[in-house]
Each structure stands twice: as C-alpha cells, then as structure tokens.
C-alpha cells in the first residue's frame, strides 16, 4: 500500500490521512516533549532537541511504513498511528500510536484516532486480533486502549529499561467480534 492508496479516516473530529512532505516541517514544529517521549520508553532526563533532520526522518518512517496514517486534529498534524507486524495468515497486527502535542493530551484524541483505526483494520483490513504493548506506568495510554476496546491480557515483568530503572510491559489486545459488540453497543 502507497502512500496514495491509504485511506483517509474520519470521524469528523480527527482525520487519519496519508503523510505528506509539509508533515516534517508540523513535526518539528510539535517538539520533543520528555513527558511524551517517557511514555514511549524514553529517559526524560535524555531527550534530545527534535532537529529538522529528526522531523524528516520522523516523516520518512511514516511514510514507508504501509499502514501508518498522520493524525490531524482541526487541520492540524498532532501526532501518527500505524498497523505494524502484521501477519496476513494470522489475521493480526500490532498498534503504535503517538500523540505529539503535549495540549491534547487526555482530551480523548487517541481513543478516537484507535477506534477510528480499529474500525478499518476490522473492516477493509479484515484483521480478526489487533494488539499493543504498552508500558505499565503510562497509565493514560492504557485507559485510552480500554476505552477503544481492548482488555490486558499479560504483563511481561521488567521489559523495558528506560533510563537506570526495569519497567513492566503491558500485554493488551481486542478482537474483532468484540470490537464489533463494543461498537454497536
């Protein structure tokens, strides 16, 4: 899947849409956040300064990625999602997402953008299991994921070091029938 055979999704609040090249110059606009960036596994302590070449990059790994989408809140990149290790045989996939602008955070946006995910990787994508691994601590990303449908299903004890200290990884997943009852319900 192109960059131009990516489907835009929306729900009138949020759009997930193909990156674009003026996504690099967003994306160095957004910064790098410690807080943020420790929810992603990062040392806040060691977060780096976000260079125009670290937006580029960032906007190249969104871009050769197949299934990953830019996330725009009010015509404004605020942060990206993607499907990633999907296995075609299986019919399951695993979830990242990230949103960049430390003002919208706890405001709903990620549960929007998932489920909006959720509903094609169920939908068009025809994937029966989408899962994601979180780290424990990061309390409101595992709200999020609750909200959007999935359920803890594990914990992989001490499987991230970020910074000097081990930290639990939170095992979530939601499957397609129940995403479906969630969404009718």
């Known amino acids: 899947m192109t960059t131009s055979q990516r489907p835009v999704l929306s729900d009138g609040i949020l759009r997930l849409r193909p990156p674009r090249p003026q996504d690099a110059a967003a994306r160095l606009k957004l910064g790098n956040t410690p807080e943020i960036h420790h929810m992603f596994g990062a040392d806040p302590e060691n977060v780096p300064k976000i ?15 197949p299934l990953a989408w830019v996330i725009e809140h009010k015509r404004r990149m605020i942060g990206a999602l993607r499907l990633h290790s999907l296995d075609h045989h299986d019919r399951r996939a695993s ?26 990787a169920f939908g068009a994508l025809a994937l029966h299991r989408v899962s994601v691994r979180v ?29 000097d200290s081990w930290h639990d990884d939170v095992i979530m997943g939601v499957l397609a029938p129940d995403f479906a009852k969630g969404a009718a319900a």
């Open 135 to 163: 780290l424990a601590y990061n309390a409101r990303a595992i709200a999020a994921y609750r909200k959007a449908g999935f359920v803890e299903e594990g914990r992989e004890r001490q499987a991230a070091r970020v910074g």
């Open 51 to 65: 260079t125009k070449t670290h937006a580029e990059k960032w906007l190249y790994a969104q871009e050769v990625e």
């Open 95 to 120: 979830l990242a997402i990230g949103i960049l602008d430390p003002k919208l955070l706890g405001k709903g946006l990620g549960t929007r953008a998932v489920r909006l995910l959720l509903t094609h």
